[in-house]
């Protein structure tokens, strides 16, 4: 039983996992032993921040040396926690290679984000690059060489949340030409049409969606998506592989398959899935938030309040990047 999702919102990934281990926990609540394996196993998955289970330099680490893999980059020599005051710099932990969420060149929507909050702090923007790996939070926001993580999902346990600043959900991406005007995983034609699904790490661990379709019978014509950047791959491949014909149906993350349907030459239909799936139960839709430390309470409460100041902003950068968003709930 493994769900997760795109990089971007895979935090996700332990908080799906978690739901569905406190869900077994109930079963089991007089054993003992079942209790201590299901701990075990909840903090061994603890470690997976934004869908990503295989990380660069882990075994360097088991060895104690701090090693950050290709990509990362430190932001500052302050081991310091309240740079964003003492200092005035929002320290932000982000990947280099990851659009539409950030790079390097700060094209994504959580840099104009992060700019924004920069901004009505009097702060300036500094980042610690490290890629969304196995030990991102350990490395980056656990060892204070930054002070937030963009794009976590509410409620993400080993961070302190702010107050939810979008929720969006999972999506089926058509070709608008071919008229399917798929509804939901209960149609029919799934189970004869040709279906893409994002998959995370080097084990190929599978998303919601692909976990959801198992329960509606869907299961010999699905295809795989790594949506790790690489040479060879990148997590726009499963919306191009839509507009090219290679499949017919693919099921994405709202704020990837928003950016890249836009970016396609080929029109694309999205109609998203509902918060939940009806079958299986897997959870697809989540409020998005910023993550700190447990122990910066007082910053926390900051950015809650510039969130709310600062929403309209806020939600005229998601639209600019296409980023399909659901009301949130109070």
Not at 275 to 291: E, K, L, P
């Amino acid at each position: 039983m493994q769900e997760v999702i795109e990089p971007g919102v895979g935090a996700i990934v332990l908080r799906h996992r978690v739901d569905r281990v406190r869900q077994w926990q109930s079963l089991f609540r007089k054993k003992d032993t079942m209790q201590y394996l299901l701990r075990s196993w909840v903090r061994g998955v603890s470690i997976a921040l934004l869908g990503v289970l295989a990380g660069a330099g882990s075994g360097a680490w088991a060895q104690g040396e701090k090693i950050k893999p290709q990509g990362a980059e430190p932001s500052s020599d302050f081991p310091i926690t309240q740079a964003w005051k003492d200092f005035k710099m929002l320290r932000v932990c982000g990947d280099p290679e990851n659009m539409p969420f950030s790079d390097r060149q700060k094209q994504g929507f959580e840099n104009k984000i992060a700019d924004v909050l920069a901004s009505a702090l009097g702060d300036s923007v500094v980042y610690t690059w490290w890629p969304h790996r196995r030990g991102f939070v350990r490395n980056t926001l656990g060892a204070s060489e930054c002070d937030v993580v963009m794009g976590v999902p509410a409620g993400y346990d080993p961070v302190l949340t702010t107050s939810p600043y979008y929720r969006s959900t999972y999506y089926i991406v058509t070709r608008a030409d071919r008229h399917l005007n798929i509804r939901s995983l209960d149609d029919p034609r799934l189970k004869s049409l040709k279906v893409g699904v994002g998959l995370i790490g080097d084990d190929y661990t599978n998303t919601p969606p692909a976990q959801a379709l198992g329960s509606h019978g869907v299961t010999q014509n699905v295809r795989g998506f790594s949506l790790f950047y690489d040479e060879d791959t990148h997590p726009q491949d499963i919306v191009n592989a839509v507009a090219n014909g290679t499949i017919d149906v693919a099921l994405v993350w709202g704020p990837v398959a928003g950016y890249f349907a836009n970016a396609s030459s080929v029109p694309l239909s999205l109609t998203a899935l509902p918060d939940s799936d009806s079958a299986s139960g897997v959870r697809f839709a989540y409020d998005v938030a910023i993550g700190v430390r447990h122990s910066d309470r007082e910053f926390k409460a900051t950015l809650d309040s510039l969130l709310t100041e600062k929403r309209d902003t806020i939600q005229g950068i998601l639209r600019a990047y296409h980023v399909p968003t659901l009301e949130l709930k109070p």
